[in-house]
């Protein structure tokens, strides 16, 4: 039935007419009934969104079916899709991991096809392609400006269907293997984010003058961005929702996760992660007093004491305190925070190392992300080193003389 209705719109969509009409069958087809189709073959997928397209107003030379990842995008203007574009002579009709162009425009403008190649050669380079191609895509016709030229340039990776050359079982399946790869892309991408993901790997120059602040005030714009506003405290309200740890053996998408600063964004970024980290120290003093009570230790959890408050120089933030064997003891407790969705790697010290190693199992590491929205945590115990990979990324250097 899907394939027959794809066939259908090839068949037809060449009628004579240039007028977009909701009534043509051709219409309900790509509009109506594609999406609906597709939509139930992935109905365990709430966060998938179909949408058909021949315009608006006057028929485009390119119609087309997109599938969006609603977390990301729900247009086809901005951010990463999938989409079926058709030929303008209808021969066949690709299904194609793809980008909104409109964001390029407006950020590189004249330069926006040598941005959309960088990105499109970096996503190349990250997905597994299988029987994926990475050849352009040829919609037939198009010139250098036109819609159908930015579909092209944008396109990542693509599987093409001729005219009577397919199947339902095939495009059901090639469908899963191109959602297997958005699916991963999602997993390590700050969706909050899109643009800066886009400038991460552009590594475009910035037009703006570096801001400088002297240090007397950069510490007084940090201290203030933890100060609630108006004397309120911060809403507590979510609580921290227990998952399991991501575990990322892929070593790849490292420019869209690891975090990249720049000098202009020195000062910001040190007041978001003040009141981030702040935050999560917050959620995990409530998280504790819940866990205490549950564990019948209500006695204990008067004692739980935020030390990092005093001082970043314990290595832990939080004195707490669990059933180890048979007996109550303290447990100290690091806690590592980001606003982002998935679990990203994070910043470690070197004095919470050692501090690990010196305490060994009453060292607990608390990791909480996508803190804004719907706040996870998992924790763990013991060396540091036990349970995450550590790649050095700064160096104390000494003069040699």
Known sequence: MIAEKFQYVLD???????????????YLALVDEL????????????????????????????????????????????????????????????????????????????????????????FRSQINIGTLSVEPINLIGTR????????????????????HQFNDEMLIND??????????????????????????????????????????EAIEAIRSSLEPVDGQPYDFSKELREVSPYIDTSKKYREITNPIIRKVDYIKKAKKDAETGYLGEMMVLEYEKKRLENLGLNKYIDKIEHVSIKSDGFGYDIISYDLIGEEVKKIYIEVKTTS???????????GEVDRSKELKRQYFVYRVYD?????????????????????????????KG
């Open 371 to 399: 803190i804004n929205k719907d706040p996870k945590i998992y924790r763990v115990s013991g060396q540091i080193e036990e349970h995450f990979d550590l790649d050095p990324i700064t160096y104390l250097a000494r003069y």
């Open 144 to 163: 250098r400006g036109t819609l159908g030229y930015g579909y092209e340039a944008s396109t990542i990776v693509s599987k093409f269907y001729p005219s």
């Open 175 to 216: 469908l899963k293997e191109m959602l297997n790869v958005y699916d991963e892309i999602y997993r390590h991408m700050n969706v909050d984010s899109y643009k800066e993901i886009i400038s991460r790997i552009v590594v475009a120059e910035s037009s703006s003058k570096t801001q400088m602040m002297k240090a007397d």
């Open 35 to 122: 999406p609906s189709l597709l939509k139930k073959e992935h109905s365990f997928r709430k966060d998938l969104l179909f949408k058909g397209s021949m315009g608006q107003g006057n028929k485009t030379d390119y119609p087309w079916l997109c599938i969006f990842n609603t977390n990301i995008t729900r247009g086809a203007r901005y951010g990463i899709y999938l989409v079926y574009l058709f030929r303008k002579d209808m021969s066949g009709f690709y299904l194609a991991l793809s980008q909104g162009v409109t964001y390029f425009e407006e950020m590189y403008q004249r330069k926006k096809y040598d941005a959309l190649k960088t990105v499109v050669k970096y």
């Open 340 to 350: 982002n969705k998935v679990d990203i790697p994070f910043q470690v010290s070197k």
């Open 12 to 26: 037809h969509y060449i009628d004579g007419s240039s007028i977009v009409s909701s009534a043509s069958p051709t």
